[in-house]
């Protein structure tokens, strides 16, 4: 996994360096991701954050792109209410992930199909949880530093330099083999399930004809 990590990490930034010669075009993306993690409990896609990125994408033809990514994409999990009186029970997860989808793109009258593979790698976790009115904290959750995800996603083309678009991501293995949970949470295996909602900008400038 970190050898995959490690070559598409050299092909990216390959590809930014040569992204000014035809046919390889480069920019910019930004936007919100939300995310639950299947297997522990808590349904809802109840943990925000926000997510960016930089991609770098070759022509096959006139309708087909391959496209690769290293975006900065928090994932998570949390209950739905916050501690009160009449909840004594929460839970929050959290993980930081960078991010490096590889993808395949199908343009058709401005709508763009998306699908591909993405290698993640964990560089910080954190949980908390309260339960039984007694608080836990772990910065140790057991969450692998390694993960695959399937993507498929939908975008449309505003104009020749930006695009707005969604994403369901999903990991396609268990992302925490060791998992250490805080509190009374029945292990199923656990998943990254995400959702994402971006902005697209191609570096450059419109051509006014």
């Not at 401005?110 to 910065?139: C, K, T």
């Amino acid at each position: 996994m970190r050898t995959i990590l490690f070559f598409l990490l050299l092909i990216f930034f390959k590809a930014l360096e040569s992204q000014s010669q035809v046919p390889f075009k480069g920019g910019f993306s930004f936007g919100a991701v939300a995310s639950q993690v299947d297997g522990d409990g808590y349904s809802g896609y109840n943990k925000s954050a926000i997510t960016a990125g930089l991609w770098v994408s070759k022509a096959i033809d006139k309708q087909s792109t391959i496209q690769l990514e290293m975006n900065f994409v928090p994932k998570g999990s949390r209950s739905s209410t916050k501690i009160n009186l009449d909840n004594i029970n929460h839970y929050k997860l959290t993980l930081r992930y960078i991010e490096i989808p590889l993808l395949y793109k199908y343009e058709s009258r401005r709508i763009v199909f998306v699908l591909g593979l993405a290698a993640n790698y964990l560089f910080y976790d954190y949980q908390e949880g309260y339960f039984s009115q007694v608080a836990q904290y772990q910065n140790t959750t057991g969450f692998n530093r390694f993960d695959i995800s399937g993507i498929v996603g939908v975008s449309m083309v505003l104009n020749e330099l930006w695009q707005v678009g969604s994403r369901f991501t999903y990991s396609l293995r268990d992302a925490a083999d060791n998992y250490i949970a805080p509190g009374e949470i029945v292990y199923n295996k656990q998943y990254n399930n995400c959702l994402m909602f971006a902005l697209y900008r191609t570096f450059g400038h419109v051509n006014h004809k």
